[in-house]
Antibody, heavy 122, light 108 residues
Framework: QVQLVQSGAEVKKPGASVKVSCTAS????????MHWVRQAPGQGLEWMGR????????VYEQKFQGRVTLTRDTSLTTAYLELSRLKSDDTAVYFC???????????????WGQGTMVTVSS | DIQMTQSPSSLSASVGDRVTITCRAS??????LNWYQQKPGKAPKLLIY???SLLSGVPSRFSGSGSGTDFSLTISSLQPEDFATYYC??????????FGHGTRLDIK
């Protein structure tokens, strides 16, 4: 079945970097943009950026520019989020989500990974 | 960026009640509006896309309406499994994507 499986929880110190993976299965990996969304404890959903797995093209939310890098490995059907210079308020669950174009014009996040908890603490 | 404002931020209701959650965009987004349901410890789940189109498999008690800047999600008769947090999301601008701050629906 179509699914996204993310890597496990991480604990990092302030100033460190973290790399989260998202492995796709059950569909053509290069056919759908992959987005990353995070959710701080008790808070709402915050979009971070997206990658086109076909050509590696990326777009980042301005707030994360310079700290976030999205990459992919098509041979592994895996997308990666790397966040550097971590701060305590980066503590959050990080989700990958597939963007699907529906009815030619509309699009939505139809498949989500299970989430990866990243804790930043000294 | 397009700002999305949801109301109320929380809501208490009983099984069988009819509830409506609203979402307002800071500029017109036509009908490029999606609704998600999130339960504690789980990823969001897409319910409605294009403001009013129900995703296959989503119960018909869920419905969406609206266009331009004002949208709503209605649950016609609450079931126990519907108690969750609901988010709207605009897809008018491909980037940046923006979400409402969520509406937490609790059992009264």
């Amino acid at each position: 079945q179509v699914q996204l499986v993310q890597s496990g929880a991480e604990v990092k110190k302030p100033g460190a970097s973290v790399k989260v993976s998202c492995t796709a299965s059950g569909y053509m990996f290069t056919g759908f943009h992959m987005h990353w969304v995070r959710q701080a404890p008790g808070q709402g959903l915050e979009w971070m950026g997206r990658i086109n797995p076909k050509n590696g093209d990326t777009v980042y939310e301005q707030k994360f520019q310079g700290r976030v890098t999205l990459t992919r490995d098509t041979s592994l059907t895996t997308a990666y989020l790397e966040l550097s210079r971590l701060k305590s308020d980066d503590t959050a669950v990080y989700f990958c989500a597939r963007r699907k174009v529906i009815d030619y014009y509309y699009d939505a996040f139809d498949i989500w990974g299970q989430g990866t908890m990243v804790t930043v603490s000294s | 960026d397009i700002q999305m404002t949801q109301s109320p931020s929380s809501l208490s209701a009983s099984v069988g009640d009819r509830v409506t959650i609203t979402c307002r965009a800071s500029q017109s987004i036509s009908t490029s509006l999606n609704w998600y349901q999130q339960k504690p410890g789980k990823a969001p789940k897409l319910l409605i896309y294009a403001a009013s189109s129900l995703l296959s498999g989503v119960p018909s008690r869920f419905s969406g309406s609206g266009s331009g800047t004002d949208f709503s999600l209605t649950i016609s008769s609450l079931q126990p499994e519907d108690f969750a947090t609901y988010y709207c999301q605009q897809s008018y601008n491909n980037v940046p994507i923006t979400f409402g701050h969520g509406t937490r629906l609790d059992i009264k």
